[in-house]
């Protein structure tokens, strides 16, 4: 078990001023099975004259506000302490590829069986994902190796085939595009890994949430952390698996929400008005061990 605190800091700078933003902010943790959030908060400056806040049709929570006065900056920092404990050991689940193909199945996992923009592997990958997984044909199940196995035959043929490298794509890179260049970053390369599964009929989602890059700093010590992307895959029950550090998700992962894509998870995204307005973006993420 771990217990993390951790402040996510974006600032917008506009130049020249903006008269008008109307913004949404995924930054705050959420609490499930595995993790509790015991203290959040979120700061916005200017302050809005109201800030409302819901949870979106993927359960994430949503803090909007608009703000209609001239103003050359927004600043958003949320805060949370979240205790992190993760299961141990992820059995295999309990179904094989050919029930993975039911039509109940299918129905039930229709929001993260279907290809998006984002995650849409492209040819060379369905192929290699069809390879590994034991089948001839595409439609193939019955002969298929189980999901677990086939999964993790993915998992290490994207590493071998990936490098991970900050500034080759941006938010809106395509797996596709990002397999092209055989580069990119946690983005990438969950949206790759998503893409291959969903190919094979495994479900897969895509996770935002935050890492702590130094497990072993010492309690009270605070580092400079990020916003980080992995993935879940369901079997018959859901895994975690993160592509950047070739590893499940340990009790260093601090999720904020799950969705199909980085599209349905945006930390911030909004509307300005302001005619000829250039924004600059800073953010900062900083995440401290507590005992």
Not at 22 to 50: C, F, I, N, W
Not at 53 to 82: C, K, M, N
Not at 113 to 124: A, H, I, K, Y
Request: net charge negative.
């Amino acid at each position: 078990m771990a217990r993390i605190s951790v402040e996510h800091r974006t600032l917008y700078t506009y130049d020249p001023a903006v008269s008008v933003t109307y913004s949404e902010a995924r930054m705050t943790p959420r609490s499930d099975a595995e993790q509790k959030v015991l203290e959040s908060s979120l700061r916005v400056d200017p302050h809005p004259p109201g800030v409302e806040v819901h949870r979106d049709y993927w359960g994430t929570q949503v803090h909007t506000f608009d703000l209609h006065i001239p103003h050359a900056h927004l600043e958003v920092v949320s805060t949370a302490l979240v205790e992190v404990s993760r299961r141990e050991g992820e059995a295999e689940g309990t179904l094989d590829a050919e029930a993975l193909a039911s039509a109940e199945i299918v129905d039930r996992f229709s929001d993260y069986l279907p290809q998006t923009r984002l995650s849409e592997p492209g040819e060379e990958v369905r192929r290699a994902a069809q390879e590994l997984s034991g089948r001839r044909r595409p439609t193939e199940t019955a002969h298929a190796r189980r999901p677990a196995e086939t999964a993790h035959a993915v998992f290490g043929w994207l590493r071998e085939q990936m490098t991970y490298e900050r500034g080759a794509t941006g938010v809106h890179h395509s797996a596709e595009a990002a397999f092209a260049e055989r580069r990119g970053v946690c983005q990438d390369l969950s949206h790759l890994g998503i893409g291959a599964l969903r190919s094979l009929g495994i479900p897969a989602r895509y996770v935002s949430g935050y890492i702590h890059p130094q497990p072993q700093a010492e309690l009270g010590t605070t580092v400079s952390g990020e916003s980080h992307a992995w993935l879940e895959w369901w079997d018959g029950r859901w895994h975690s698996w993160d592509p950047t550090n070739h590893s499940r998700a340990t009790d260093h992962h601090v999720i904020v929400g799950r969705g199909r894509d980085y599209a349905d998870v945006t930390p911030f995204k909004g509307i300005l008005a302001g005619a000829g307005s250039r924004a600059q973006l800073t953010a900062e993420v900083k995440v401290t061990r507590h005992a």
